[in-house]
């Protein structure tokens, strides 16, 4: 630390969307903010997700606290990962973000204990205050935290995912006094701030701004309503089942993640359905699915494995599109997930469903905010520097951009991951360049997977795989595998094991090492001639 009062470090979620965890530094005290997931630009090689490199942190920076902000698998995805090198972190979350952190202790079978905090809850410590403070967001309960030195020489203000919504019915206005009254008479004041939206000049449209179009179609259409979004959107559901109440529809979660964040919110009041809409897929007579109804499918981002792709590929055993069904696409797509997501939308049309999506009604309003809402944030907190975190390489640049185009008692400063804003006593800052590490790999049940592997299976993927034992004590026989290849015709393969039989016999079975590594030279080579390319060989002598 030397002379620094405090370190902020992003460990992930800067020049990404995901995998957001942010590292915190006083003289007494390290805590990290969050711990979420990044999830691969392509659904290849079994990659579940990828989680930030902890390894620039010892035990020496050992965290004591762990502070959620909200639900997101973004912040909390990676939470069984940090608790592996650190165990005994305290976790802190609010109660619906604790519920869905509790279902993935339960089935990786952890026991640890959340601490629920609510709104107007402070954490204390030797050097610094965290204060919760209320923002709008597309998840109940999210906060942003500020952080107060308590010799009152600096603040720091984290908003890493919020919006500015003075018309919400679902839950109460971002809390601008709060920030007001925790900031007045700090004349230092710095703010780390969502930047996933910076390209939109306008204010970010409340949860409000939608219901009219999503209720117009809903009225219009005579067949099934698909409604694919994000499945922690609970106040868009909640929309959703408000206009099923009028029109006396039933709303249909599908899809595990959409039915464990609809339980949780059922659970802790805060998703309401008074006239009973929700009916859950177990729970339905088969001969009914085809009945007017509202289908919640998860999955919106068009993953591989996910409930809407596998209902628009028409593999799903209970819903399987057809000509008068309408797919409202009630979502935007996270950078990276274009392509798939028009995938989808080419294979719904193809059974004749209608397309609804953002482009030309107002049915999804971001949970980030435009150019308008940080104007808002600036003018209230008034802040002496800006880091611009949440949002790709890209973003940050735009913001920094925007920050010297319009405010100009302002120092915006670009940080990437591992870098670390550093301010000293004298309140002078400085940015240490860290060391940029890779993300980790997470594959299968939930195992770290070495980047070299990736290349090998991609290697595979592409090439194919020539697979061949070879007995040394039966008179060399052999057998071999052509995994991935074209077929080879009847003369290719009498010609492939002739080729085996002479080179075999004239091997030095004295050095089979070497001659391991040369045979498989020759059978790339032999494979080059045929086909055009070299797969991927395996040579072993047993």
Do not use: W
Request: one cysteine or more.
């Amino acid at each position: 630390m030397s002379n620094n009062i405090i370190e902020l470090q992003p460990l992930g979620g800067v020049g990404q969307i995901g995998s957001n965890m942010f590292f915190v530094k006083t003289k007494n005290q390290s805590i990290i903010i969050d711990a979420g997931i990044l999830f691969p630009n392509e659904d290849f090689f079994n990659i579940k997700y990828l989680i930030p490199d902890l390894s620039s942190l010892d035990q020496q920076h050992s965290p004591i606290d762990l502070i959620i902000t909200h639900g997101h698998e973004d912040h909390i995805g990676a939470i069984i990962h940090l608790l592996e090198k650190f165990p005994d972190i305290k976790i802190s979350a609010p109660p619906f973000a604790a519920a869905i952190i509790r279902r993935k202790f339960k089935e990786a079978k952890i026991r640890k204990k959340i601490f629920e905090y609510p709104e107007s809850h402070v954490f204390k410590y030797d050097d610094i205050t965290i204060s919760p403070i209320h923002v709008n967001h597309s998840i109940p309960q999210t906060y942003a935290l500020f952080i107060k030195d308590n010799k009152n020489r600096f603040c720091v203000f984290f908003a890493s995912d919020f919006k500015c919504d003075f018309k919400n019915i679902y839950e109460k206005e971002i809390d601008l006094n709060k920030l007001k009254k925790l900031s007045t008479g700090i004349n230092h004041r710095i703010m780390c701030v969502d930047s996933t939206n910076i390209e939109s000049v306008n204010k970010t449209l409340s949860e409000v701004d939608i219901v009219d179009d999503i209720d117009k179609i809903i009225k219009r259409v005579n067949g099934r309503i698909f409604v694919t979004l994000f499945s922690s959107n609970i106040y868009r559901i909640q929309t959703l089942i408000n206009i099923a109440s009028k029109y006396k529809l039933n709303v249909i979660p599908y899809g595990r993640s959409m039915i464990s964040y609809i339980e949780e919110a059922k659970n802790l009041d805060i998703l309401k359905d008074k006239d009973k809409r929700l009916i859950f897929a177990k729970s339905i007579d088969s001969s009914k699915v085809d009945n007017k109804a509202i289908v919640l499918l998860s999955g919106c981002q068009g993953d591989f494995k996910s409930t809407l792709r596998r209902v628009a590929t028409g593999d799903d055993s209970l819903f399987v599109p057809k000509k008068g069904d309408t797919l409202i696409f009630s979502s935007k797509a996270i950078p990276g997930n274009e392509k798939k997501i028009t995938n989808i939308r080419n294979m719904i049309s193809e059974f004749g469903c209608e397309i609804v999506n953002s482009e030309e009604y107002q049915v999804h309003a971001s949970g980030h905010p435009g150019q308008e809402d940080l104007e808002i944030i600036y003018n209230e907190f008034n802040p002496t520097d800006v880091i611009p975190i949440h949002g790709e390489s890209y973003f940050l640049n735009k913001h920094i951009e925007l920050i010297k185009s319009k405010y100009s008692t302002i120092k915006g400063h670009l940080l990437y991951n591992y870098d670390t804003f550093c301010l000293k006593e004298d309140l002078k800052n400085y940015i240490i360049e860290g060391k940029k590490l890779q993300p980790i790999i997470i594959h299968g049940d939930n195992i770290p997977l070495a980047r070299e592997t990736i290349s090998k299976r991609r290697k595979m993927a592409s090439s194919g795989v020539v697979f061949i034992s070879i007995n040394v004590k039966h008179c060399m026989a052999f057998e071999y595998d052509l995994v991935g290849l074209p077929d080879l015709s009847k003369q290719q393969q009498d010609h492939f094991d002739k080729f085996i039989k002479d080179y075999l016999f004239a091997i030095n079975k004295k050095k089979l090492e070497t001659e391991q590594q040369k045979f498989r030279i020759a059978i790339r080579h032999f494979f080059d001639n045929i086909i055009g390319y070299k797969p991927v060989t395996i040579v072993h002598f047993i």
